[in-house]
């Protein structure tokens, strides 16, 4: 059986290998190394028109948009990657920082001929990137669109003052800020593109993002989506306070940080809540995606 199975798959290789390829998928090298890239819908793009542009949460690869890619890719020509460290592409010992991680995205879109403006798409820790890159790069940006993201304007203070609306004694909020943030974890070689992005994210954390919230912030449309449902397991829920009303405690404060970003843009934009989807909104509700971003296309 297992020999049969190896030769169907040879033969399957060797029929796929002399079909014309239509793939999307491709390294690309920059600055001494791969990255994984895809791509789709740039032969039908107009001069001057906004490519989208997709970052990943963290230690996820672009596989993570297969649900809402292709149909984005009939309204707009549409762009993804996996950093480095993280599935396909090259495994770089160096710290995952905004200012690496949107140069290396901008090498790479440079290497590829896709020129600006950019619709930037970031989920999760990918939100902290593209607010990184807008920084770094506002004069590339169109439109900057946040999928449940890393909020990159929080503060120590304010992380407590949740466990203080929530009645968790403040013996007990130093000891789990402490965990958090100051307990620092064994190097991961062999997983060293995740870990270092969570290391990244931690010492974002510890300086109130200091590193993100001193750059501008382009003056374009910026969206959030926000989903709303509870997903912690309950054999993963904290046994220190109630998991789940810490939950909606923090996506209240967040939605309010996340709405100050949008007035503060002067372009306007929407924040969008959906309550039935947890944190990867684009598995969840790809068609909430699909059509926001649709929407954004045809407004800006």
Do not use: C
């Amino acid at each position: 059986m297992k020999n049969l199975l190896r030769q169907i798959a040879v033969a399957t290789f060797l029929i796929l290998a002399a079909l014309p390829s239509h793939s999307q998928e491709k390294l690309v090298k920059v600055n001494g190394h791969n990255f994984n890239t895809y791509q789709k819908g740039f032969e039908k793009r107009k001069k001057n028109t906004p490519a989208i542009i997709f970052e990943n949460g963290m230690g996820v690869g672009l596989g993570n948009w297969d649900l809402v890619i292709d149909q984005i890719a009939k309204f707009a020509p549409v762009f993804a990657y996996d950093r480095a460290g993280v599935e396909k592409s090259d495994k770089v010992y160096q710290m995952p920082t905004p200012k690496v991680v949107a140069d290396n995205l901008k090498s790479i879109l440079t290497t590829l001929n896709i020129a600006p403006p950019y619709i930037l798409v970031g989920h999760s820790m990918g939100g902290v990137y593209i607010r990184g890159y807008a920084g770094f790069y506002p004069n590339d940006i169109a439109a900057l669109v946040f999928i449940d993201p890393a909020d990159f304007t929080e503060t120590k203070q304010q992380w407590n003052s949740i466990f203080r609306a929530i009645g968790v004694p403040e013996q007990k909020i130093d000891e789990m800020l402490y965990d958090r943030l100051y307990t620092k974890s064994k190097v991961d070689s062999l997983n060293f593109g995740p870990w270092s992005e969570g290391e990244v994210l931690g010492d974002l954390r510890r300086t109130d993002f200091a590193a993100i919230n001193d750059l501008p912030m382009p003056g374009v449309p910026i969206y959030f989506l926000v989903g709303g449902r509870f997903e912690v397991p309950p054999d993963r829920r904290s046994k220190d306070f109630d998991h789940e009303r810490f939950f909606i405690v923090k996506s209240n404060q967040n939605m309010e940080h996340w709405r100050k970003v949008i007035d503060a843009s002067g372009k306007g934009g929407a924040l969008i809540y959906l309550p039935k989807s947890g944190h990867y909104i684009q598995r969840d509700e790809p068609k909430a995606v699909i059509n926001a971003l649709k929407f954004i296309i045809e407004n800006i």
